[in-house]
């Protein structure tokens, strides 16, 4: 079985606005990557934030981590339509699992 | 080649057949996941190779199923009397080492099995 769960599972917003996915894990983590996949394509590598680390950027892109919680968070300001995607978590303690992701919907 | 290259891309196949897709990571890194992704789901964990060490084959889902890796380079899923159940989106990933670094992933190899 998959460590942990994202949520939620589908979210629609309009172009513009922002997009919080979750993501949740249930054992101690080295690491946990964010990475999305466009229809038909593979996964892209978004963001690596280690166990020690509380947030980090990449343009638009804000993640969070809360060890004592055990979750993460993936922020995305400003969506575009180029960001609908599905939004995938993989949580990495002895090898990297990921979740059943984020169905992202981008209105223009 | 730049990234991470499977083949096939598509396969159709009969139920009871043998099938084998393949994986061809980036040179140099020492780590290589199979995944499963089907229709509209999550990726599964099938299998892990870190350099010399036994494959973790924890996520392969019956005996049916098995991999090698040659060399520490290309790899091989086989999956042995195909079953409906078994189409999906078949993804393989490389890494520099183990999940500490990101994963680059190929394009995915599309299994049905009729």
């Known amino acids: 079985s998959q460590q942990g769960e994202e949520d939620p599972q589908a979210l629609s917003i309009q172009e513009g606005e922002n997009a919080t996915m979750n993501c949740s894990y249930k054992t101690s983590i080295n690491n946990l990557q964010w990475y999305r996949q466009n229809s038909g394509r593979g996964l892209v590598h978004l963001i690596l934030i280690r166990s020690n680390e509380r947030e980090k950027h990449s343009g638009r892109l804000r993640v969070t981590l809360d060890t004592s919680k055990k979750s993460s968070s993936l922020l995305i300001t400003a969506s575009r339509a180029a960001d609908t995607a599905s939004y995938f978590c993989g949580k990495y303690g002895n090898k990297l699992v990921f979740g059943a992701g984020t169905i992202l919907r981008v209105k223009s | 080649g730049a990234g991470v290259s499977q083949s096939p891309s598509n396969k159709v196949t009969e139920k009871g057949k043998d099938v084998e897709l393949r994986c061809d990571p980036i040179?140099?890194?020492?780590?290589l996941y199979w995944y499963r992704q089907s229709l509209g789901q999550g990726l599964e964990f099938l299998i892990y190779f870190q350099g010399n060490s036994a494959p973790d084959k924890s996520g392969l889902p019956s005996d049916r199923f098995s991999a090698e890796r040659t060399g520490g380079s290309v790899s091989t899923l086989t999956i042995q009397r195909t079953q409906q159940e078994d189409s999906a989106v078949y993804l393989c990933?490389?890494?520099?080492?183990?999940?500490?670094?990101?994963?680059?992933f190929g394009p995915g190899t599309r299994l049905t099995v009729l």
């Open positions: 990933a490389s890494s520099l080492d183990q999940g500490i670094n990101e994963q680059f």
């Open positions: 040179s140099g890194h020492t780590a």
